[in-house]
């Protein structure tokens, strides 16, 4: 940590760092991490933004969910720390394809909150995560959806275990700009519960980085209820609605 924050003080002087969502000069925190206070704000204004406590999606503000009255989701509950369309999508840009690990101590305080907020904690028995093909996982070094689990049982402080409940059977194409009809099918006997005595009567909270449409959240959900899960809830780090915003963004992973 001291050699860390040496090396960042070092390399301020030569050149002051850019905030990690916009870009502009902005001094780092404690931990290192530089966002500038506009998009400080930005995060504030995503996690006060209303949002569907059974899928996770935006709402109005009279918070009835268009999306749940036609189309039940697989999952209990979902939380999120923001729509996608705020700071919190450069942010998981900059962890999922730069050495954005840094990113991650504020990210995993934004979705603890939301799962306090929710009172979601209390009653899980399991944390488990999104998994990546571990061909995919090989040529990234790591799965975001995995981090960003064990980072929020670190610092939420869930006394439930992270625990690799699922895998991946086929290396699915990207999802982005697929339809919602063609990213359920797409995704659609893609994974398994590696053992499924671990799942059965527990109640598990399954994460990952981005919802879109939901397909891939709903369907390791579904594999679960399938093993025995009692209950799965849904946290993700952010929430891209479907449409041209989040297929051109590049969001657009389920
Ligand atoms: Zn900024
Ligand atoms: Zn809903």
Redesign the pocket.
């Known amino acids: 940590m001291i050699v860390n924050t040496l090396v960042h003080s070092l390399l301020d002087l030569a050149l002051p760092p850019g905030c990690v969502c916009c870009g502009t000069p902005t001094e780092r925190d404690a931990a290192g991490l530089a966002v500038c206070p506009a998009c400080r704000e930005g995060l504030a204004a995503a996690a006060a933004t209303p949002f569907?406590r059974?899928?996770?999606?935006t709402?109005g503000p009279y918070g009835s969910?268009g999306?749940?009255s036609r189309h039940s989701?697989p999952f209990q509950a979902a939380v999120r720390a923001g729509p996608y369309d705020s700071p919190l999508g450069a942010m998981i840009r900059a962890l999922k394809y730069r050495d954005g690990l840094h990113t991650l101590p504020l990210l995993a305080d934004l979705v603890s909150a939301r799962l306090h907020q929710a009172n979601l904690l209390a009653e899980i028995d399991l944390v488990t995560f999104v998994p990546l093909h571990w061909r995919r996982c090989w040529r990234r070094g790591f799965n975001q959806a995995s981090l960003l689990a064990r980072a929020v049982r670190r610092r939420g402080g869930a006394t439930a275990q992270v625990v690799r409940l699922l895998s991946r059977t086929r290396d699915t194409p990207p999802q982005v700009g697929l339809s919602a009809t063609a990213r359920r099918e797409n995704v659609r006997g893609a994974f398994r519960v590696r053992r499924p005595e671990q799942v059965k009567g527990r109640r598990i909270l399954l994460m990952d980085d981005v919802m879109t449409t939901g397909a891939t959240v709903g369907e390791c959900a579904r594999v679960l209820r399938r093993a025995g899960a009692a209950q799965v809830a849904v946290a993700v780090a952010a929430v891209a609605e479907s449409g041209p915003m989040a297929v051109a963004s590049g969001a657009a992973v389920g």
């Open positions: 569907c059974r899928c996770g999606r709402v969910c999306h749940c989701p």
